[in-house]
């Protein structure tokens, strides 16, 4: 150790153990003086001392301390040390990173002999079920994409399943164990998944992994990034429950990083439930865990490893329909696309030229930008890049030649054109050549590459020449551009009055030569929030992997695997603290709720309701509600359950209610009046067994068995009044069900695209507890129009049926109350035939508040009774939705509606249609 650093590492610890003092009063301020500050302000140090308060900097300045600050009781002498603001890594995948330090690392494969080795010792390992390695190379195949029948004695590992991942992020390998287990023998002959196939898998079997385990891997993440010098990332994991995770362990003070989460565009469930999760209650952001927008990929990777390829990056994975579409809904968060090619680059310009209302989009990697960078900055786009890409310029000229490659990589270009791109790693993925956890993930690394041009050992990157870029951007790249990125340049990425205190000190200052460069540079502590968070006089990452660098270790270091927070390291913290996640159950939403409501027929309601559903297209779906009406001392209670996509092709499905509320009873048809009722006094049973077969991406088939069961006993009134038009009342039912439907819908929680059509026919050979063939068909359509994207949503539907053969009450439709005609009570209209057609218009209000207006037309009729386009039935009114913690998917519905002859007052759960 040089007695430079000896001296500087001496004179922090005591700078340390002071600021232990100050702990008690967080309110005291600070004052950091005497160093050499790179504030973010400009592009080189420019202060000397600055002032922390709490958790925010208050003054900064350079030369002469005022009166006011040089007074304070607190002072620290930083002796010449360098500080910069927190480096920030804006497009991360945390996770996946974090999961990789406790899986099989591949990246040192070299051979087919070595790889059988490092999979068989994975397995003594398993993940959960699967056996998982990553950062699998090309080196070992002569640079061939993994088959079948490139290594079938190594993936065969006795019939376990196995998932690799490729260290492009782009490309991964099942073996047929693996396949067999998801379902996929059929979709593939060779092992191979790419871009959506293969992240698909990913979620499928990181939906089984364990809370603690995802604990474990934040925390172990966490280790590296603060050694590293990060303060806040942009994560790209895309799992709500991941984000949950990530404020539970926040308010549990052991991670400390801040976070802004991204949701994946392709499902957009997740861009509904993480701005939530993002912000308290009342929708105000927090100030460590933020939500900023969606996440597309329009392209694949530059390293697609296909010589054959047209263009570096591939064909555009998205239509300009697909773009516009993606901007539209992205507000006011904005759409960040991954773009690596041309042809992807120019439809999203193309699109997003014609936008008015300009969002804070973002390019990310942008590997294809260089001769675009004009127009990029014309369009006010944030950028980032991956500076470690340069060490594969020379595998990209050899995949591509150097006429396709040559405008690969211009980093130069953008900054030129005053882009201001962030500096990223998208680790564990975005670089062929990682040899290290440092060099895949340190900000410091990163900026080695893309300002030096050079290798850690030294070598100059071939190619490399005329696409580095000066230390003073890539300082800004790793801070304040990282922030602007993130959407947190207002907060973040400078040491300035009003920014958090987040800051990191270099044993060097990166802009003294003759010290063995950036490579060399080490993080001597950082800070978050004005809090010592890293300390590399007691412990640093570096260390810690040391012993797992000279070979592949299986399951990663030994040392990482109960590793905790830096400020209680040691595999007893990380123990016991996950004592508090074992009931913790995910990927789900669990949303309970109390039951407090009116319906003009029933009066007061009081009860409970459970909601549980998958932040996945696949998982377990379902709610149980039970409620009583006080005044009429009865009861309901339901329960709903599916698996939606128990396998690729198949959910199944079940429903049951029961029910004994007195309802109302007019007669039969459409011209009821409303003075002519008497109240039922049913019990009465409801269910349905089956399940929906997935044909296409968005067509299914539905196939369920029905039951029902009714005794009321004032069938003999009913009888009385409408005889053979009602039928038979009382008794059991059986039938069977079989429906077709196309779902175009994004969620079916509140939709705001897309639309639902059915087409449905009923067979019910059992009724009244006797064998009665009754033949009912109809329709069901759904279509969602946004008048002004995102949240401005018009919703019309349609819906009708017939029905041939003997009558009953039970298989009889009806018209009135929550779900049908509003305006009206319910039971209403009856008959055997229907059509009913309505229109909302759904509008946000406030935070989780959203209102709506509403207009319904419907008519009921007999089979003998039809007097064609007379007697329509007309409703109307308005409308409240109440989203419900903790992520506000499951809405609160009230509404008052009217029509000709009754009002009232109506509650229920989600939206009407």
């Known amino acids: 150790m040089n007695r430079r650093l000896f001296g500087t590492i001496a004179c922090l610890y005591v700078l340390f153990q002071s600021h232990l003092s100050f702990a008690a009063d967080s309110s005291a301020a600070i004052l950091y003086h005497h160093g050499e500050i790179f504030s973010g302000a400009s592009a080189s140090p420019d202060a000397d001392w600055f002032v922390v308060q709490g958790e925010r900097v208050v003054a900064v300045g350079k030369g002469h301390v005022p009166e006011e600050w040089d007074n304070l009781s607190n002072k620290i002498d930083l002796h010449g040390a360098f500080v910069a603001p927190g480096f920030i890594d804006a497009h991360i995948h945390f996770v996946d990173g974090g999961l990789s330090l406790l899986q099989t690392d591949l990246g040192q494969i070299r051979n087919q002999t070595d790889l059988a080795k490092q999979l068989e010792h994975a397995s003594r390992e398993p993940i959960g079920d699967w056996i998982i390695a990553r950062n699998l190379g090309l080196s070992w195949s002569g640079g061939k994409l993994p088959f079948h029948q490139d290594f079938p004695d190594i993936a065969a590992l006795n019939g376990k399943p196995l998932f690799v991942a490729l260290n492009d992020g782009h490309h991964f390998y099942l073996n047929e164990a693996g396949l067999k287990k998801l379902g996929l023998s059929d979709k593939t002959s060779t092992g191979l998944l790419t871009d959506e196939e293969g992240w698909n898998v990913l979620r499928r079997i990181y939906e089984k992994l364990s809370p603690n385990l995802l604990v474990k891997a934040m925390l172990a993440a966490q280790d590296a990034a603060l050694s590293f010098g990060m303060t806040a990332i942009g994560d790209n994991t895309f799992f709500p429950h991941h984000m949950a995770q990530y404020g539970r362990l926040q308010k549990q003070r052991r991670f400390h990083l801040r976070v802004s989460s991204r949701s994946y565009g392709k499902e957009p469930i997740t861009g509904q439930i993480m701005p939530r999760i993002g912000a308290n209650y009342w929708g105000k952001k927090k100030k460590s865990l933020q939500y900023f927008g969606p996440k597309y990929f329009i392209d694949t990777t530059l390293m697609n490893s296909d010589p054959a390829s047209l263009e570096p990056a591939g064909e555009p994975q998205l239509l300009l329909d697909d773009v516009r579409h993606a901007f539209e809904f992205s507000k006011p968060f904005g759409a960040a696309f991954h773009v690596q090619g041309r042809e992807g680059l120019e439809r999203i310009l193309a699109v997003h030229a014609k936008r008015e209302l300009r969002t804070p989009d973002v390019l990310d990697h942008c590997g294809r930008c260089g001769p675009f960078a004009d127009a990029i900055a014309a369009q006010e786009f944030r950028v980032t890049i991956l500076p470690r890409q340069l060490l594969d310029l020379p595998e990209l000229h050899q995949i591509y030649g150097s006429s396709k490659a040559q405008d690969l990589l211009q980093f130069p270009e953008l900054f030129r054109a005053g882009v201001e791109p962030a500096l990223t790693s998208d680790w564990p993925y975005g670089m062929s050549n990682a040899s290290s956890v440092e060099l895949a993930l340190a900000p410091l690394s990163g900026m080695a590459v893309v300002v030096s041009g050079k290798t850690p050992d030294g070598n100059i990157i071939p190619f490399s020449k005329g696409r580095t870029i000066d230390l003073s ?441």
């Open 473 to 913: 951007d890539a300082m800004l790249g790793h801070t304040r551009y990282g922030a602007q990125a993130i959407g947190r340049g207002h907060d973040l990425g400078q040491i300035a009055p009003g920014h958090f205190a987040d800051f990191v000190l270099l044993d060097h200052s990166p802009f003294t030569p003759g010290t063995g460069g950036l490579y060399s540079r080490r993080v001597i502590a950082t800070f978050v929030g004005g809090e010592q968070v890293y300390d590399a006089t007691k412990t640093h990452f570096k260390m810690l992997i040391d012993a797992g660098d000279a070979g592949v270790v299986p399951g990663g270091p030994a040392s990482l695997r109960g590793a905790g927070s830096p400020k209680a390291a040691g595999p007893a913290s990380v123990q016991n603290f996950e004592m508090g996640f074992r009931k913790e159950r995910q990927p789900y939403g669990l949303t309970p709720s109390p039951v407090i409501g009116y319906d003009p027929t029933l009066g007061p309601i009081l009860g409970g309701a459970l909601f549980f559903y998958a932040y996945t297209p696949r998982g377990l779906n379902g709610d149980v509600q039970t409620m009583m009406a006080p005044k009429q001392g009865r009861g309901q209670g339901a329960i709903t359950l599916e698996y939606a996509k128990l396998t690729p092709h198949f959910t199944p499905q079940f429903f049951i209610d029961i029910d004994s509320f007195r309802n109302h009873y007019y007669g039969v048809g459409n011209t009821t009046p409303s003075e002519a009722l008497f109240d039922t006094d049913p019990l009465r049973v409801e269910g349905k067994l089956g399940c929906r077969i997935h044909l296409f991406e968005s067509v299914s088939l539905g196939t369920y068995g029905l039951y029902s069961f009714l005794d009321d006993r004032m069938a003999s009134d009913i009888l009385q009044q409408s005889g053979e038009a009602e039928g038979i009342v009382n008794g059991h039912g059986a039938g069977g069900r079989l429906e077709v439907t196309h779902d175009t819908r994004e969620t079916n929680f509140s939709p705001r695209y897309g639309g639902k059509r059915t087409l449905w026919v009923e067979e019910w050979m059992w009724q009244g507890s006797d064998v009665r063939p009754r033949s009912r068909l109809g329709f069901e359509v759904a279509q969602f129009f946004p008048v002004l994207p995102p949240n401005v949503v018009l919703a019309l539907r349609s819906e009708g049926g017939l029905s041939f053969g003997d009558r009953s009450y039970f298989t009889n439709y009806a018209l009135g109350g929550i779900k049908r005609l509003r305006g009206y009570y319910s039971n209403r209209f009856r008959g055997d035939h229907y059509l009913l057609g309505g229109s909302e218009l759904r509008f946000p209000i406030w935070s989780f508040i959203s209102g709506v207006a509403f207009a319904e037309a419907g008519k009921v009729w007999a089979k003998d009774q039809d007097d064609g386009l007379k007697n329509i039935a007309l409703a109307g009114g308005g409308g409240l939705r109440f989203g419900l913690p903790p992520d506000y998917r499951i809405k609160l519905r009230f509404d008052i509606a009217a029509s000709k002859d009754q009002w009232g007052i109506f509650f229920a759960f989600n939206e009407a249609f």
